[in-house]
T-cell receptor, first 111, second 113 residues
Framework: DAKTTQPNSMESNEEEPVHLPCNHSTISGTDYIHWYRQLPSQGPEYVIHGLTSNVNNRMASLAIAEDRKSSTLILHRATLRDAAVYYCILVRGGSNYKLTFGKGTLLTVNP | EADIYQTPRYLVIGTGKKITLECSQTMGHDKMYWYQQDPGMELHLIHYSYGVNSTEKGDLSSESTVSRIRTEHFPLTLESARPSHTSQYLC????????????FGEGSRLTVL
């Protein structure tokens, strides 16, 4: 299975944009890039996903490199409620796949 | 709003007891997963299922077992609980296909004394 690499931690100030990077140099053509986040004492929640094109939704934007070997989750204006562990995972197309999470990036948001 | 439920939310039990953690979803999802997570640590996949009567072991070896007799139900059982089983167990489900969102339950926090 293709692996992802993320920084262990990042820090941001409230109301500033945050760019969370993810490297996935061994990504295959059928792998979708998914992002999840886990707030303290909660289960992970879906944030966004994409295949090749950049994606936007109400929570965040996902910028995918042209060669697809890296991606960046963008929080346009960080709030204190965005403090969480952010996971970047690859989900393979096909009938069967297992979903594994790495260590993720712990985002701290300063007031 | 995710329609996936886990019970019990919290369980404190003595060594040697048999326990079953329940997980049910009402979304008709074929794929279901169990993850184990210690405080401040990463999620580890311990079991998953692609559908009724299919179960697979995950990346982290676990003494627990699972069953999938009905689409909506994916219980996890420990035949003889030990203190090393103390952890949080998270259940999740998703529809078939790589674009499906993974929905998580609120978790079952197990403490074995």
């Amino acid at each position: 299975d293709a692996k992802t690499t993320q920084p262990n931690s990042m820090e941001s100030n409230e109301e500033e944009p945050v760019h969370l990077p993810c490297n996935h140099s061994t990504i295959s053509g059928t792998d979708y890039i998914h992002w999840y986040r886990q707030l303290p004492s909660q289960g992970p929640e879906y944030v966004i996903h994409g295949l090749t094109s950049n994606v936007n939704n109400r929570m965040a934007s996902l910028a995918i490199a042209e060669d697809r070997k890296s991606s960046t989750l963008i929080l346009h204006r960080a709030t204190l409620r965005d403090a969480a562990v952010y996971y970047c995972i690859l989900v393979r197309g096909g009938s069967n796949y297992k979903l594994t999470f790495g260590k993720g990036t712990l985002l701290t948001v300063n007031p | 709003e995710a329609d996936i439920y886990q019970t019990p939310r919290y369980l404190v039990i003595g060594t040697g007891k048999k326990i079953t953690l329940e997980c049910s979803q009402t979304m008709g999802h074929d794929k279901m997963y169990w993850y184990q997570q210690d405080p401040g640590m990463e999620l580890h996949l311990i079991h998953y299922s692609y559908g009724v009567n299919s179960t697979e072991k995950g990346d982290l070896s676990s003494e627990s077992t699972v069953s999938r007799i009905r689409t909506e139900h994916f219980p996890l059982t420990l035949e003889s609980a030990r203190p090393s089983h103390t952890s949080q167990y998270l259940c999740a489900s998703t529809k078939t296909g790589p674009t499906g969102e993974l929905f998580f339950g609120e978790g079952s926090r197990l403490t074995v004394l």
